[in-house]
């Protein structure tokens, strides 16, 4: 069974920057595509960010566009999230997580991706 861990999140203020990780616990997840969600206390859990095998594509929800990057290095079975310009708003815990499809994160069926990690707090203060 693949293991995802993430590592990254800690607390920063408004228009700082935190970069999170990925480690998957092998190299099966190279021919798949990897993602990020985040869910805030109350709220349902939201797509951030995707990216497809071989850093061929990516996708990011329109909250996040232009202030946060993804990107995979199957070499270190890794995948990041640099995240610039945050706002209180992105206070979450992020998850990471895989799936065969690309399109399953770029038509939000969840329920098809295959592995999650147990995520990492961020949290953004004013």
């Known amino acids: 069974q693949v293991q995802l861990v993430e590592s990254g999140g800690g607390l920063v203020q408004v228009g700082g920057s935190l970069r999170l990780s990925c480690a998957a616990s092998?190299?099966?997840?190279?021919?798949?595509?990897m993602g990020w969600f985040r869910q805030a206390p109350g709220k349902d859990r939201e797509f951030v960010a995707a990216?497809?095998?071989?850093?061929?594509?990516?996708f990011y929800a329109a909250s996040v566009k232009g202030r946060f990057t993804i990107s995979r290095d199957d070499a270190e079975n890794t995948v990041y999230l640099q995240m610039n310009s945050l706002k209180s708003d992105d206070t979450a815990v992020y998850y990471c997580?895989?799936?065969?499809?690309?399109?399953?994160?770029?038509?939000?069926?969840?329920?098809?991706?295959?592995?999650w990690g147990r995520g990492t707090q961020v949290t953004v203060s004013s």
């Open positions: 997580s895989a799936g065969p499809y690309y399109s399953s994160y770029v038509q939000g069926h969840q329920d098809a991706l295959e592995y």
């Open positions: 092998d190299n099966t997840l190279s021919n798949h595509a």
């Open positions: 990216v497809s095998r071989e850093n061929l594509s990516t």
